[in-house]
Nanobody, 126 residues
Framework: QAQLVESGGGLVQPGDSLRLSCAAS??????????MGWFRQAPGKEREFVAA????????NYADFVKGRFTISRDNDKNTVYLQMNRLKREDTAVYYC?????????????????WGQGTQVTVSS
């Protein structure tokens, strides 16, 4: 049974950094066969794409609002994908979800992702 478990969220101040982790298990074709993505959902808003990384970790894709601040990476030996978030802003407050895409296309559409975690809360507030 596939499972994605996010961790690392919390309450931070504007300008701080956080690193989110997502540990995967039970994926049908093995973790390294999936592109991985991060999405987020702020209160009262639709869930939106944040970043994605190819199965090799070489190719990445970012939403414009996080370019230069967030970095997605993965460790296939640990079956884990990370999201390093720097220079956090209040508007980054959201529940962050990781997801697995078997098509390895570093897609931005939620419909391309087959597996989802439960999310981890990130709150940026002074």
């Amino acid at each position: 049974q596939a499972q994605l478990v996010e961790s690392g969220g919390g309450l931070v101040q504007p300008g701080d950094s956080l690193r989110l982790s997502c540990a995967a298990s039970g994926l049908a074709f093995g973790f390294s066969s999936y592109a991985m993505g991060w999405f987020r959902q702020a209160p009262g808003k639709e869930r939106e794409f944040v970043a994605a990384v190819s199965w090799t970790g070489v190719s990445t894709n970012y939403a414009d609002f996080v370019k230069g601040r967030f970095t997605i990476s993965r460790d296939n030996d640990k079956n884990t994908v990370y999201l390093q978030m720097n220079r956090l802003k209040r508007e980054d407050t959201a529940v962050y979800y990781c997801a697995a895409d078997p098509d390895q296309s570093i897609a931005t559409r939620q419909m391309d992702y087959d597996y989802w975690g439960q999310g981890t809360q990130v709150t940026v507030s002074s």
